[in-house]
């Protein structure tokens, strides 16, 4: 199974400036992330218009090479969601359908996103796919060579299939052991990407809240994870977030707040590795003293594990609900 603390070589992107969507206003995010992306990292980009090429290479120079796909009909950023999982020489692909509170009114959308994605996945990535009949957004996996982690959105979002089931499906397709934590009742999303990271094969990154009332169940969740991991002989190290209480809106009518999903701004877990460096999200928090504050201190953190650190301001990316390691797809 492909661990991205391995060695990465390629990285898979969209680009979303002529997207009809809302994500267009994520450009700017990923301008400035592949601009520090090493050039020996193949960048493989995927544009719904050709005349976005030449602008982004205006904006961030022609020193880079960019492998362009034009896909006419996409307008995902959430790469890491909807492409799959590598193992070995195949590709094994879950049915991307996130069960969101909106989910019913997107059929048409994430239908044609799951037959576009198969398309990218052929001409970039050139490995043989392998359907995995589970709905599983890339976002719920973090794993090492031996342990899978998510959270039990997978079981929630496969009902005809009992727990037990999808662990062994799991486990014969991907050929990890598959570990499945409670999802807190607030967290719509669920994917454990928003809380935890792989560092190295023994080493797990988890998130570490201050004490507020709005993260309490969040700081729950994450003691429960931090004895799995330990429970499993895992080292872990915490990484610093601050979320911050701010919902996104959406078309779910069941709460008073104005939505259901959380903005991710504050989530420093959600970076990306390539090698020896570490990208990581920066955002403008609530005060001066919290933005300085989290910026450096999770500079210096991974700085202290042995990593070469970029930073990328991911404000505009954050009012979706994701941040760096769910835009890329890496391997």
């Known amino acids: 199974m492909n661990c991205e603390f391995q060695k990465v070589e390629n990285i898979i992107l969209a680009y979303p400036k002529s997207f009809k969507n809302n994500f267009k206003k994520a450009a700017s995010v990923i301008e400035e992330l592949i601009s520090k992306i090493p050039d020996k990292i193949n960048v493989k980009l995927i544009l719904s218009n050709e005349n976005d090429l030449n602008y982004l290479y205006d904006v961030i120079g022609y020193r880079k090479s960019i492998q362009p796909l034009i896909v006419k009909g996409w307008d995902e950023i959430w790469l890491r969601d909807c492409m799959g999982f590598i193992n070995g020489n195949k590709l094994i692909k879950p049915i991307y359908f996130p069960k969101y509170c909106d989910y019913r009114f997107r059929w048409k959308y994430f239908n044609r996103i799951n037959q576009l994605s198969k398309d990218i996945i052929s ?83 988890v998130s570490l809240y201050p004490d507020m009332n709005f993260l309490r169940d969040d700081n729950v969740y994450l003691e429960e994870l931090i004895k799995s991991a330990h429970y499993l002989g895992l080292e872990t190290v915490r990484i610093l977030d601050r979320p911050i209480d701010e919902s996104i809106k959406c078309q779910c009518k069941k709460k008073k707040r104005s939505g259901c999903y959380s903005v991710s701004r504050g989530i420093y877990i959600n970076n990306i590795i390539l090698n020896d460096l570490i990208i990581l999200p920066q955002y403008t928090l609530t005060t001066r003293r919290e933005t300085e504050f989290y910026n450096n201190r999770n500079r210096e953190l991974y700085e202290g594990m042995g990593f070469k650190v970029e930073t990328v301001n991911c404000d505009s990316l954050s009012q979706f609900g994701g941040s760096l390691h769910c835009l890329c797809w890496t391997y």
Do not use: C
Request: no cysteine; charged share 30%.
């Open 123 to 205: 001409t970039l990535v050139k490995k043989e796919i392998t359907d995995i009949p589970l709905i599983w957004d890339g976002g719920n996996l973090i794993n090492n060579e031996e342990y899978g982690f998510m959270t039990s959105k997978i079981v929630e979002d496969n009902p005809t299939f009992s727990k037990f089931y999808i662990e062994k499906m799991i486990e014969e397709y991907l050929d990890i052991k598959p570990i499945i934590i409670f999802r807190q009742d607030d967290d719509v999303i669920g994917h454990i990407d928003g809380y935890a990271s792989f560092i190295s094969n023994d080493k797990l990154g």
